[in-house]
């Protein structure tokens, strides 16, 4: 049905316009379609997997786009320390010495750590008062969480790996 479509349509249209209309042409497109596409899964597939959490009113039945602007930050936040694999990479070329290296990872996943637990911090308290009300309101999870706390989150997503890293990751000794 949709090559169908796209055979009837006429793409000499947009040889008119320049590469940079197009290219943010696309972009606004896949932006609107990701957000669609996560509002239809949201209501399609919590209802399904938590009914009864849906049904208590502890979860929602669907998101608005706000809502879901607002958890792909979060959790976008919450991925954001695996860019400490690249480091790695770049300490590996610069340093010579595996325990100049190891220190420089660690420093600069020390750094990441509290950087993204700061972010963590920030979204988490924007998020999950708007999103999960009525889980907040039954105590189900914190409304507040401490910079501390966010740091512990991103500890553990990254220590068992539920980021694009986990924490013995900084041990391989790729060639």
């Known amino acids: 049905m949709w090559c169908r479509f796209l055979e009837r349509f006429d793409f000499s249209i947009l040889s008119k316009f320049s590469v940079w209309f ?31 959490m849906v049904g208590k009113g502890w979860l929602p039945e669907s998101l608005t786009y706000f809502q879901i602007l607002k958890l792909f930050l979060f959790f976008g936040f919450l991925n954001l320390n695996s860019f400490t694999k690249e480091f790695h990479l770049i300490w590996k070329e610069y340093f010579e010495s595996l325990r100049i290296r190891l220190m420089a990872d660690l420093l600069t996943s020390i750094i990441f750590l509290i950087v993204v637990g700061f972010l963590v911090f920030i979204s988490w308290n924007w998020v999950m008062a708007d999103v999960f009300s009525k889980a907040v309101a039954y105590n189900l999870i914190p409304s507040y969480l401490s910079f501390w706390n966010s740091i512990l989150l991103v500890f553990l997503c990254w220590f068992i790996g539920l980021t694009g890293r986990n924490f013995f990751n900084i041990f ?3 060639k």
């Open 22 to 52: 197009k290219l943010t042409l696309l972009l606004v497109v896949g932006v609107v379609a990701v957000f669609v596409l996560a509002k239809l899964s949201w209501a399609w597939i919590v209802p399904k997997i938590f009914p009864n």
């Open 172 to 174: 391989e000794n790729k």
